[in-house]
Every structure is written in C-alpha cells, then in structure tokens.
C-alpha cells in the first residue's frame, strides 16, 4: 500500500516526540484526526498500533543509547519517554530478556567511540522508517500543476569509486518482483530488531543486493550495514561486501525510478571501457519520514568493476 505524505509527516512528528512518551490527544490533533481514526489508519498501515510502535522505538532507542554512551540508567528511562526507571526495566527485560545493566555489557563490543556515536544517530533515524522503504511511489499533496512527484532525469552522477569492504547482515528471498516492496520491509525490520536485541554495531542505512534477476522471479539479499563481523542467526546471514573500485550512481527521486538509473550505470560502464563484475546493490540513504517529498529521496547504486 502506498504511504500518504501524511503518514511520512506523523512518523517524523513521532520520532521527534519519542521523549515525552505517546501524548496520543497531541498527535492526533497534529495529524488531523480523532483519536479512533488515528488508530484504525495507523494500524492499518504499519501493522502495529500506535502503541506497539512508540514503545518499540523508544526501546531501541534507549538501548543504542546505553550501549554508545555512559549515561545513567534513569537518565536514559526518562530520556526517552519512561515515566520511572522501575517502567522502563520492565518494559526492556520484556524486549530485550535482559536488564539494562547487562545489555549494556554486550552491545557494540570492540566498536570504537566513533562507531558507537555512528550506531545511535542511526538508530534514531532509521528506526522508524525501517519497515516502510521501498514503497511504491507515495502521492504528492501538491499543486495540481507541480512536477515534484517525477523526477525526469533521476541520475543526478556516476562515478568510479574506489571503496573498502563492508561488513553486512543479509537475508536472501526468491521473489516475484511484484513482492519486493513487501519483501523488502519485512526482511529490513527483522534484520534491525536482531541488530537492536544482539547489540550489533549499525553502520549505514538499509540495503539491497541484487544477486539475480530475469523475467521470472529474483534473488535478493535485502541487508544491513555493520562496523563489525556478526554471527548467523536463523535466515540471516554475515558477510562482506567486497572493497576496490565501483561504478556509483546517485539517484533521485521514487524507487520505481531505479531502472532508469541502473540503466544509465550500465551505459556509462561500456562508454567508458570498463567492465561490470559481481553483483550489484542499492543503498538507501534518505530517511522517508525526514524528507516526505520523493522529490528528496536520494538512493547509492553500486556495480562492482573489473580491477
């Protein structure tokens, strides 16, 4: 289902407002609903209640802040919307089957100071979008005359590159095209609830490798950028991305405007003398809630070359 810009509005309202709990009379007056309307959309759309939601984003916040700083544990509760510390050990030993004090143990280990400061400003965006990337083209509330929904020229430049390895967490689907939109949100929450429960170290936005496609159905490797090796948990799996020289185009604008960029890539390769190897990815790096218009959106795409 395509999100509206209003629903991209209310996300960016929510994460923003994360320290003062759910105020549901506030934000639903800030959406322009009743209460009752503001959570049957919500749920309808997020597949959570506004609740669930809240809660699991003021969670995962306060445990990317446990691990990054040296807050106290009562400064962190009340940090992100807990009305006590008693609250907040409750709710995130239910989470997390684990008190704060020993999460805080395990989260981001042998991550540097840096990679820990990285981890929690990611969280904080990522977190409440990360289900929601890949969406079919939202609908522009604009003027009826304006071109913003369409981005005629969706390369804005490609590239060489030359880039290091990069570790990653994956989790490889066969699908139909028609799925990945759904694909794609699904693999990406599961992949930033384990990241968030394992104390895993988040170094990028939300990625998609593409290891095979055709007329029929693809393989794809919906991933999550990390600063360290982790373990296979289940259906996901660890692995780097290779280092060395890349082809890299920027694009703007919807998704289901990856095509055409793809396409261009492909051309500014053989026009250049160059040769594609391994498979290619996209990296999604502009949070949706932040940048409503998909006019903003911008998207990494990377073809690996021949050395």
Not at 152 to 177: G, N, V, W, Y
């Amino acid at each position: 289902m395509p999100l509206s810009r209003q629903f991209l509005l209310l996300l960016n309202q929510i994460n923003k407002n994360l320290h003062r709990g759910l105020v549901l009379d506030v934000i639903a007056r800030q959406a322009g609903q009743s209460k009752f309307q503001l959570h049957r959309e919500f749920r309808r759309t997020a597949g959570e209640t506004l609740k669930q939601f809240t809660l699991r984003l003021q969670l995962e916040r306060a445990a990317a802040q446990l691990a990054a700083t040296s807050d106290d544990i009562r400064s962190v509760a009340l940090a992100n919307g807990f009305a006590s510390h008693e609250v907040f050990v409750r709710a995130f030993r239910r989470r997390f089957e684990m008190p704060p004090t020993s999460y805080r143990k395990i989260a981001l280990r042998g991550a540097t100071r840096a990679q820990r400061r990285r981890h929690f400003k990611l969280t904080t965006s990522i977190g409440p979008c990360i289900r929601f990337f890949h969406r079919p083209r939202y609908k522009y509330f604009g003027p009826k005359n304006s071109t913003q929904s369409h981005i005629s020229m969706p390369t804005l430049s490609i590239t060489r590159k030359e880039i290091p390895p990069q570790h990653i967490l994956f989790i490889r689907r066969r699908i139909a095209p028609s799925d990945m939109q759904q694909t794609l949100g699904e693999c990406f929450g599961k992949l930033f609830t384990h990241a968030a429960k394992a104390g895993l170290p988040i170094a990028g936005w939300p990625m998609c490798r593409y290891v095979s496609t055709g007329l029929g159905l693809w393989t794809i490797d919906p991933a999550i950028p990390l600063a360290a090796p982790a373990a296979a948990e289940g259906e996901m799996q660890p692995d780097v991305l290779r280092g060395g020289w890349v082809a890299l185009g920027i694009h703007a604008g919807p998704y289901d405007q990856l095509p055409d960029t793809n396409a261009a890539i492909e051309k500014w390769i053989e026009a250049n003398g160059y040769k594609a190897t391994g498979i290619a990815w996209e990296h999604y790096v502009t949070d949706p809630g932040e940048h409503p218009d998909p006019k903003d959106w911008r998207t990494e795409v990377y073809w690996p070359l021949e050395e």
